[in-house]
């Protein structure tokens, strides 16, 4: 179906950087919550478009059924009344539109004119190729990456333990 | 233009089979489920409406159609709304990878098993989202422990899932099927089964593990404000198309799918996938309710560790034998299903049968059904979420 691609991506597209936009115009945390499972949903069907299914269904699993759930968690546990609340960081708005337009720039010179080695085909990498670089070639990092993400959740499980026996 | 044509009406018909799946499910199983849980209580049931009360659910539907549907005034109204239609995707989209023949998967995904996986995400989004926006305390307590609970079941899950990839050497659910056409994986592997049973049963929120929605303490959980059509749109079916999604989940993951002499593929799935929901009525009409400190120590403690042990003699067992790990890999997880059966019987057993040890739990939380004059009150253990 290599014609509905263009169609499909620039839906997709667009619906991202609304959402996107979302996320830092609400003035509701849950809203802009939302909005963000909403861009890395559609983050991860434009990697189904580019046939990188495993990396859509991580981004799924990681972001939107873990981060995000986190996040909301800690929202909702944190806030006492749900509704409008009061932003205190949406002061720097002034200072944040010529620093946004700064790194539009430099990123649509960097994809514009930029080289790669990387194309489409290198992404169309199935489970194994990925599980054959992740645990042979690129092995130890891994395992380095594991332990220090094991760390942290002990570091974090010893710190929330503390609070508790107060 | 007519491929685009075809590809649409595919698309829509692989829409309308999986809605009718879920609606199909929806109808029958609630059904089910009273007549069978009046039986076990030696009731009737629903029984008026037609045969054997079969028109019951047609009523029920017709009845919650026309009731009001009501949003309560301090709710927030539009994650209100939503919150149903977020929790009804993960059913409609589990579907997608499921191979209901030999010929005709909706989406014939190379990486299905991770794609279930990742879709039940917005389930408990759903539910996280409902409790949230009903402005009401027992509905943000049912959606947060209900979201708890979800993700702490989704590690075993997820662990025993992976066992299955290895048996299967692929996260094809077709391959997963095709490598079970001489042994289904739950002869292999029951230890798997079981822990994919027990904690897909906690993922449905069904009893015992069915704590969101626990009405002593919570009345509906997060259903407390849902009404009307959307109320029996998150009861009857997101929960009972879960369940009926959960059953094809396991059939095609442990009994060989499609699989089955003389019946075609759907039926056989059909008939497997009613086999799980009885499995499911037969726990709710039989066990009690978890505590929520209990419920996360199985988890953590009890259902984790067996995983991880199961997935590391999994993958020892392929690595010695390349050829025929199925027979070694069997014998390990029967014995262990064996031996831990035991363990637990006597377990359950000598806690039941210790009689000091339940005295004393009485003295310390009932001391006036011991007749002794009553002292103050005993803080009541943390219990977390």
């Given amino acids: ?166 | 233009m007519i491929a685009g044509l075809e590809y649409l009406l595919s698309f829509l018909l692989a829409l309308v089979i999986a809605l009718a799946v879920i609606h199909v499910g929806g109808l029958v199983f609630p059904y089910l489920m009273r007549r069978l849980w009046g039986f076990v209580g030696d009731r009737h049931g629903p029984n008026r409406v037609g045969p054997f009360g079969f028109f019951q659910p047609i009523a029920d539907g017709i009845k919650l159609f026309t009731k009001e549907d009501i949003t309560p005034a301090r709710a927030n109204r539009w994650i209100f709304l939503l919150a149903p239609a977020i929790a009804f995707s993960t059913p409609l989209l589990v579907q997608a990878v499921i191979p209901f023949s030999e010929s005709y998967t909706i989406a014939d995904l190379n990486i299905g098993l991770v794609y279930i996986v990742a879709v039940g995400a917005f389930g408990v989004l759903g539910i996280l989202l409902a409790g949230w926006a009903s402005n009401n305390k027992y509905s943000l307590l049912g959606g947060l422990r209900s979201a708890a609970q979800m993700i702490s079941y989704e590690i075993p899950l997820l662990l025993t899932i992976i066992v299955v990839a290895m048996l299967a050497d692929s996260m094809n659910l077709g391959d997963v099927v095709a490598r079970q056409e001489n042994v289904w994986y739950i002869a292999v592997q029951p230890l798997a089964f079981i822990v994919f049973l027990v904690a897909g049963v906690a993922e449905l929120n069904r009893t015992p593990f069915d704590l969101p929605e626990a009405e002593s303490e919570l009345v509906s959980g997060y259903i407390t404000e849902y009404s009307a059509m959307r109320f029996a749109l998150f009861y009857g079916l997101v929960e009972w198309g879960n369940v009926t999604v959960w059953g094809l989940t396991t059939a095609t993951l442990f009994m060989g799918g499609w699989r089955g002499p003389f019946l075609s593929g759907p039926q056989w799935l059909a008939v497997k996938v009613i086999l799980m929901a009885l499995i499911i009525i037969w726990f709710f009409s039989t066990f009690p309710r978890l505590q929520v400190d209990q419920l996360m120590a199985f988890a953590w403690k009890i259902l984790i560790p067996i995983s991880i042990l199961n997935l590391a003699a999994t993958g020892l067992f392929i690595t010695l034998w390349p050829d025929d790990y199925l027979v070694p890999t069997a014998i390990f997880s029967w014995s262990a299903v064996i031996i831990f059966i035991a363990a637990f019987t006597f377990m359950v057993k000598k806690i039941l049968l210790n009689k000091r040890l339940g005295m004393k739990a009485r003295e310390e939380y009932e001391p006036w059904l011991l007749h002794k004059p009553p002292g103050p009150i005993p803080p009541r253990r943390q219990t977390g979420l």
């Fill in chain 1, 1 to 166: 179906m290599n014609e509905f691609h263009p169609l499909a991506f620039y839906l997709i597209g667009g619906a991202v950087i609304a959402c996107a936009l979302g996320v830092v115009i609400f003035k509701n945390l849950i809203y802009s919550a939302i909005a963000m499972i909403c861009c890395f949903s559609g983050i991860s069907g434009i990697y189904v478009l580019l046939h990188a299914e495993l990396l859509a269904a991580a981004q799924l699993l990681i972001y939107v059924g873990a981060i995000s759930i986190l996040i909301l968690f800690a929202i909702m546990l944190t806030r006492h009344r749900s509704g409008n609340i009061d932003i205190f960081f949406h002061r720097q708005s002034w200072a944040a539109i010529p620093l946004v337009l700064l790194v539009f720039v430099a990123l649509a010179i960097t994809l514009g004119w930029g080289r790669y080695q990387a194309s489409a085909d290198s992404l169309h990498a199935g489970t194994r190729q990925v599980a054959d670089v992740l645990f042979n070639q690129y092995a130890f990092p891994f395992e380095v990456v594991s332990l220090v993400l094991l760390a942290a959740m002990i570091g974090a499980v010893i710190l929330a333990a503390k609070e508790r026996k107060r």
